[in-house]
Nanobody, 120 residues
Framework: QVQLVESGGGLVQPGGSLRLSCAASGRIFSINVMAWYRQAPGKQRELVADITSGGTTNYADSVKGRFTISRDNAKRTVYLQMNSLKPEDTAVYSC??????????????WGQGTQVTVSS
């Protein structure tokens, strides 16, 4: 079993910054991809950014140049630094991890989600 604990969401004014964190724990042998998704009201969930175990990153066009994804493999934690936030960034942000368990079986897990609201 794997647990994901997210933190860092909240209310911020346009142009402001927030940093999200997601820490994984449990019966983990290794973590491959770590990612952040978001879902705004009435919209489909979309990939915001992902990062491989080797540090290769990928971003949605809408956040390129404003958001930075990073990870600390020793802490099994993924971060999302969000700068120059816009009202359209308002959504529930969820982390995602692709792990290899202690038995060698691959699993995918989602965090519980954290609300990010950008409003004046």
């Amino acid at each position: 079993q794997v647990q994901l604990v997210e933190s860092g969401g909240g209310l911020v004014q346009p142009g402001g910054s927030l940093r999200l964190s997601c820490a994984a724990s449990g019966r983990i042998f290794s973590i491959n991809v770590m990612a952040w998704y978001r879902q705004a009201p009435g919209k489909q969930r979309e990939l915001v950014a992902d990062i491989t175990s080797g540090g290769t990153t990928n971003y949605a066009d809408s956040v390129k140049g404003r958001f930075t994804i990073s990870r600390d493999n020793a802490k099994r934690t993924v971060y999302l630094q969000m700068n120059s936030l816009k009202p359209e960034d308002t959504a529930v942000y969820s982390c995602y991890v692709d792990v290899v368990g202690l038995t060698g079986i691959k699993y995918r897990y989602w965090g519980q989600g954290t609300q990010v609201t950008v409003s004046s």
